[in-house]
């Protein structure tokens, strides 16, 4: 209740003597244009502040006089119960009489009176800054009052009435406008996706025969579309269909040559002539390519000097006409049997295991 005594009962507030007051003071004397009765100057001796000039406030006596102990700026003064006692005594108004309250009392009641008083000019609680009369405040926070709760007429969230415009900006079924301009309004913002891809008779939608080279049209118009082109369309599928039946021819031939591949090249045999030359001038030699692992994977040989005094045969896949429809790395196992035809009763036979080796990754036509 500072605020009251400061700025409603205060007579500095009121009277603002600033030539004689420091700023900053927390209260002054009681207003003397609130007391019933005029005083006489020996009341006015024993009642009023010889410092802020209003009605005693915890009146103390000092060697100016009696002062409010709160003017005593730090001074020594003494209590003066008799002055007291009969400032308690006085009588006095509402501060808000002008504006029609007919409340009289003690002087040491004002307070409590105005704490209650309906024509008190009070803050709104809410925050909002608004001051009106006590009587009235109860109207303002119900209706008037920007800070106010309320509920989203469109989803019903509760928010603050200031948080509206942006609330509204978000709100799931806040109404709009179609976002292609058809007719139809107040469409809540959570069903605008369904109705542009669905409902909406301007969404662009594909004709049926779109897949054989038709274009989107608007969704109004579509039956007028499939009417108007009816032969196009037609055309359109002819168009299609023997692009597909040479398609299909082209598989056939695909398919064919795959499975003559797979007949003729079950393996390799390889002979090497005159292994000696070749060795003496480190000759390189590549097979031709071959089917391994189910007649699947299409690989090569290659014939190479390892070191002065030793041959090699290196594999690696090549790329194949199955390839596609192939898991990469090969993981199969290789089985490799060397024969001297001189000696062929003593063949060489070693299993080669491709894990790990990136020789046996997929290979590409440039032939990384």
């Known amino acids: 209740m500072a605020s009251v005594r400061e700025n409603i009962l205060c007579h500095i507030c009121v009277e603002t003597h600033q030539n004689r007051i420091p700023s900053g003071h927390t209260r002054g004397g009681y207003r003397q244009d609130l007391l019933e009765n005029i005083l ?14 209003g009605v005693l406030r915890d009146p103390q006596l000092t060697e ?16 003066a119960t008799t002055n007291k006692t009969v400032v308690e005594k006085l009588r006095v108004v509402c501060p808000f ?39 009235d405040l109860k109207r303002h926070e119900k209706e008037d009052c920007p800070e106010r709760n309320t509920n989203c007429e469109f989803c019903l969230t509760s928010i603050k009435v200031s948080q509206s415009c942006k609330h509204f900006r978000t709100c799931p079924n806040y109404p709009l406008e179609c976002s292609n ?5 107040r469409i ?15 969404s662009m939608v594909p004709c049926p025969y779109k897949r054989y080279g038709c274009v ?25 269909n023997e692009f597909m039946n040479a398609r299909i021819g082209a598989l056939n031939a695909h398919i064919e040559n795959i499975n003559t591949a797979i007949q003729q090249n079950k393996g390799l045999e390889w002979e090497i002539k005159r292994v000696k030359k070749k060795f003496e001038k480190k000759e390189e030699l590549d097979s031709d390519p071959f089917y391994v692992h189910n007649y699947k994977f299409q690989g090569s040989a290659e014939f190479n000097t390892v070191g002065n005094n030793a041959l090699g045969i290196f594999l690696c896949l090549c790329v194949g006409i199955l ?3 192939l898991r990469f790395p090969f993981l199969g196992k290789v089985t490799i049997t060397l024969i001297n035809l001189r000696n062929s009763d003593k063949p060489v036979t070693k299993f080669y295991l491709t894990e790990g080796k990136e020789c046996f990754n997929r290979r590409t036509k440039d032939g990384t």
């Open 40 to 53: 006489t100057p020996l009341e006015r001796s024993l009642i009023v502040c010889c410092r802020c000039e």
């Open 64 to 79: 100016e006089g009696y002062k409010c102990e709160s003017c005593l700026d730090g001074g020594e003064g003494r209590p």
């Open 97 to 135: 009489r002008q504006q029609g309250c007919d409340w009289s009392g003690t002087i040491g009641l004002v307070v409590s009176h105005v704490e209650k008083c309906d024509l008190c000019p009070v803050s709104c609680p809410l925050g909002c800054g608004h001051s009106s009369k006590r009587k």
């Open 181 to 185: 301009g058809c007719d139809k309004d």
């Open 188 to 202: 809540p913002r959570n069903e605008m996706s369904l109705h542009v891809s669905k409902l909406c008779p301007l």
């Open 216 to 240: 989107d049209v608007k969704k109004k118009h579509m039956d007028t579309h499939e009417t108007d082109f009816v032969v196009k369309h037609v055309r359109m599928m002819s168009i299609h």
């Open 323 to 325: 390839d596609d429809s």
